[in-house]
């Protein structure tokens, strides 16, 4: 049957990106299919956290989670280091993949930057421990990001690469992505370039989902722009990285086609677009960060519906890892 996992990392500055990219997206699947949204905190920890703000960013994330729209009575909704069956697939998983393909993984190389040697193991091994939250549920479909695509084909290699390594067809699925739509890749409001970034320096970079009015208004009035006037839908937004992304984001927010956006705003310049831009980001975003503060004022609401989430979750993924081991020749 057709199950979803997904899941967000809580390491701070939750941004735009990440809603139109993800959450906003898993709160229309719940309803579509079975579906786990996850607080990655085990992905969180590739790169140091310092202790108490982790607690605080984990949750941040459920709040915005329920804030969005997802429902724990319909989702399952939990954080990851609750359910060890990730990390025990993941240590399976690493050995099943390879040097090679994770080698490859782009994600690896931005991130550790120029010098390797000192990025930690959990950051190289990253996309292993990301198989594992998939697989083990056995999902079926995974809601992300454009630039999440690379570690999704890694998970498919892994699942492919078990069932035939251990003669088990058919045991693991192959996960597929599901990136459609508008605001799979939100960029940079300084860079039109680069993606929208948790760990990006500049605070002017990204709107975060518990921005204010005015932080949101100056931010998109910061945004970097060109000289030249909207192009026409005619024209379309070749070669013109900041004035596509506003427009994206524009559309992603309104529910509009690009064209439907550039048909409204085509001829004028940024100073058109960009204050009916901020008006829509503030009306789209300020009843979800006003929710999330009032969730966040009741931290033990909030860790209840984790607890129960972890025990479903668990429900889940037990039975799938007792196979698993039954599989690779374990003692069970
Ligand atoms: N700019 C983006 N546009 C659309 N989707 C995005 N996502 C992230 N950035 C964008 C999607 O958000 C989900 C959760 O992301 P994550 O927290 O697990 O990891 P990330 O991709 O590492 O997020 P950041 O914000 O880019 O953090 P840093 O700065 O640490 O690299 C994923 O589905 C992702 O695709």
Redesign the pocket.
Known sequence: PPRVF????P?G?L?L??Y???IRKFVGLQHEMESLFCI?DL?AVTVWQDPKALKAQTREIAAAYLAAGIDPDVATVFHQSAVPEHAELAWLFQCVARMGWLNRMT?FKD?AGKDKERASVGLFTYPTLMAADILAYKATHV??????KQHLELARDVAGKFNLDFGAEGFFPLPEPLIRGA?????SLRDGTK??????PSDLSRITLTDDADAIAKKIKKAKSDPDPLPSAEDGLEGRAEARNLVGIYAALSGMSEAEVLTRFGGQGFAALKPALADLAVEKLAPISSEMRRLMDDPGHIDAVLKAGAEKASSIAGPILRETKEIVGFLT
Do not use: I, W
Request: proline residues 3%; without cysteine; hydrophobic residues 25%.
């Open positions: 997904s899941g967000v990392q390491t500055n941004h990106g990440n139109l990219g993800a990655v992905h994600q991130k809601p992300v990001g454009e630039d999440q605001g799979a890749r939100v960029m993606k929208m970034s948790k760990s990006d």
